[in-house]
């Protein structure tokens, strides 16, 4: 069974940075995840993904200012988040495709984390 677990969000003031983890058990990590994010009221967007050789792709909103990667060894992906604007509070969330390839639309991804919390405060 896939189990995905983010950690890593709080609070934290714009301009900021922090670093959210995923880790993923259940499986080989060689597939392809992603990072979306949901606030109040919004339907959830892509925010980004990376393919099992690391390939990156981000959302215009955060390109720039997020770097999502990968570590194989430990079945855990990374979105490192600087420059953080009030637009970005949201519950992100990780996933996991069942493919190679990282892909912007969530009904790619099959296998989803429970959230964590990032709010930015002026």
């Known amino acids: 069974q896939v189990q995905l677990v983010e950690t890593g969000g709080g609070l934290v003031q714009a301009g900021g940075s922090l670093r959210l983890s995923c880790a993923a058990s259940?499986?080989?990590?060689?597939?392809?995840m992603g990072w979306f994010r949901q606030a109040p009221g919004k339907e959830r967007e892509f925010v980004a993904a990376?393919?099992?050789?690391?390939?990156?792709d981000y959302a215009d909103s955060v390109k720039g200012r997020f770097t999502i990667s990968r570590d194989n060894a430990k079945n855990t992906v990374y979105l490192q988040m600087n420059s953080l604007k009030l637009e970005d509070t949201a519950v992100y969330y990780c996933?996991?495709?069942?493919?190679?390839?990282?892909?912007?639309?969530?009904?790619?991804?099959?296998?989803w984390g429970r959230g964590t919390q990032v709010t930015v405060a002026s």
């Open positions: 990376i393919s099992s050789g690391a390939t990156t």
């Open positions: 996933a996991q495709r069942d493919g190679m390839l990282g892909r912007i639309r969530a009904s790619d991804y099959a296998y």
């Open positions: 259940g499986r080989s990590s060689r597939y392809a």
